[in-house]
């Protein structure tokens, strides 16, 4: 599958200033960016900052920022399941992952993190792509948003929404573990059944228990 990378770019007004929201952002563009140091929910920043600018030179890899200048305050990371997962157990071409995604404390409640969602599904060729998105609250920042799971999962809802993805069931352990995670899927337009079919073998691996 031919991965195709169409930059769309937009400003954003928020109550620190107007941010740039754009991408897919090319690494040797990443490079030339600072992440900032309140983005440290996965890695360190300097880690983080090589991670992102690893994905973006996979074929199928997409980072979507959100830039005060050349200061990178929030991303969305677009890839390939890790190997590890049960989503890699079956490599389907057109089946990609949001993989992370992640805004500065500063940014929070300013819609900057929906605005990463709608950027990242601007361009035509995403209608190619079944997206998954697997949520899991202890990614979930409760400490410093004051939120409690539930609360949290319904911003985390309301920010998916954006780009009309909806819940799918699913038997995975990682999923079924805690009733706050769940499994979330965007089906593009030029999505096919046979991506549909592979799909539903993933979600349930145990059919023969019900």
């Not at 799971?149 to 809802?157: A, F, G, L, N, S």
Request: aromatic share 12%.
């Amino acid at each position: 599958m031919e991965h195709i990378k169409t930059f769309y770019s937009i400003t954003k007004e928020t109550k620190h200033g107007p941010i740039i929201v754009e991408g897919p952002v090319p690494a040797e563009q990443l490079a030339l960016y600072t992440l900032h140091e309140g983005l440290i929910a996965f890695r360190p920043p300097k880690q983080q900052h090589e991670a992102l600018i690893g994905i973006a030179k996979l074929d199928e890899g997409r980072i979507i920022i959100a830039r005060n200048g050349d200061i990178i305050v929030g991303y969305v990371t677009y890839l390939y399941p890790d190997p590890l997962e049960r989503w890699a157990e079956d490599r389907i071409d057109n089946m990609i992952e949001l993989g992370a995604i992640e805004v500065i404390s500063d940014y929070r409640g300013t819609g900057v993190g929906k605005k990463l969602v709608e950027v990242s599904f601007m361009a035509d060729e995403m209608e190619d792509y079944l997206v998954i998105t697997t949520e899991y609250y202890w990614h979930w920042d409760l400490k410093g948003t004051g939120l409690n799971v539930w609360d949290y999962r319904k911003m985390m809802e309301k920010m998916m929404s954006t780009a009309h993805f909806e819940y799918y069931a699913t038997d995975d352990p990682e999923v079924t573990s805690h009733p706050a995670n769940c499994l979330m899927a965007r089906v593009g337009k030029r999505v096919g059944p046979n991506t549909i079919e592979r799909f539903d073998r993933l979600r349930f691996k145990n059919r023969y228990m019900y």
